[in-house]
């Protein structure tokens, strides 16, 4: 038996980091939505745990014990008692260290497809917590608000959101969280707001913009550009970056501006909201 599962990009709509906690880390407000494209994982029962990655974006990425997909399955073996093995192959077609999730909804799926493959019904929630703040998220792939360090969700009524032209545009640069969160400056500007998600996201901000810019200024330059292109709406640098979205009205302007894209850019993705 062979089953597959989606992974969507995932993107923050608006992220307000609101303090520094004395563990760390940081205590943060996000909006939370998935695109309905992304990387895919394929599984089949095996006696062993394995990992085949292929893709566009595949290269140098390990395939060892310390890729989140293999940390999952264990986790997910561990919890539920499972024996079996599985032949997994995950096609990663988005880029590494980008802001977008790749890594927890790659984990996430994992979570998914395994439990149905090992027909187990344990919660995966508390799993998906453990391996990462942004997993639970991924695991449940709708819009929703988190707080906390992004584990404590709420969902959200997206019905202006669903089928949202969306374009994924990244300039080729990886960008660990580690970095980008140390450089925040420590001012709280305040809450997110309730309610309907695009009006809380277009009146919001993502306070990790200023210092991933810092880092790598040429964010600054894409995010220039995608706000100067006819029809975008919502323009914004997601997660810890350094990919970078734009809603648009119409799916043909979002297919002009892909193309635009793909001519300035290593590397974009037109696609929709879920």
Not at 3 to 22: F, Y
Not at 116 to 129: C, D, F, G, H, S
Not at 178 to 190: E, L, S
Not at 197 to 215: F, H, K, S, T
Request: charged share 20%.
């Amino acid at each position: 038996m062979t089953d597959s599962e989606a992974a969507p990009a995932k993107i923050n709509l608006a992220l307000h980091v609101r303090e520094r906690m004395a563990d760390g880390y940081h205590r943060i407000e996000t909006l939370f939505a998935f695109a309905i494209d992304g990387d895919r994982l394929t599984a089949s029962v095996a006696d062993e745990l394995t990992l085949e990655i292929g893709g566009p974006s595949s290269t140098g990425l390990s395939a060892g014990e310390d890729n989140l997909v293999i940390r999952a399955a264990r986790a997910l073996q561990a919890a539920a008692g499972v024996t079996q093995g599985a032949a997994l192959t995950l096609e990663k077609n988005l880029p590494l260290a980008s802001g977008i999730g790749g890594g927890s909804a790659d984990a996430a799926a994992t979570l998914r497809l395994l439990a149905r493959l090992w027909k187990t019904n344990i919660p995966l929630e508390p799993i998906a917590r453990a391996l990462g703040a942004d997993v639970p998220a991924c695991l449940q792939g709708r819009t929703l608000r988190g707080e906390g360090r992004g584990e404590e969700l709420t969902p959200v009524v997206n019905a202006r959101l669903t089928g949202t032209p969306l374009l994924l545009v990244n300039p080729g640069v990886a960008m660990p969280t580690g970095p980008v969160f140390a450089g925040w400056d420590g001012k709280d500007r305040g809450p997110l707001g309730e309610g309907d998600p695009l009006a809380a996201a277009l009146a919001g901000r993502n306070d990790l913009e200023a210092p991933a810019i810092a880092i790598a200024p040429v964010i600054g330059k894409l995010l220039d550009w995608l706000r100067a292109r006819p029809g975008a709406g919502l323009a914004r640098m997601s997660g810890s970056g350094a990919t970078c979205f734009a809603l648009f009205e119409t799916r043909e302007q979002l297919m002009h501006a892909a193309e635009e894209a793909r001519r300035a850019w290593p590397w974009c993705l037109a696609t929709a909201l879920a």
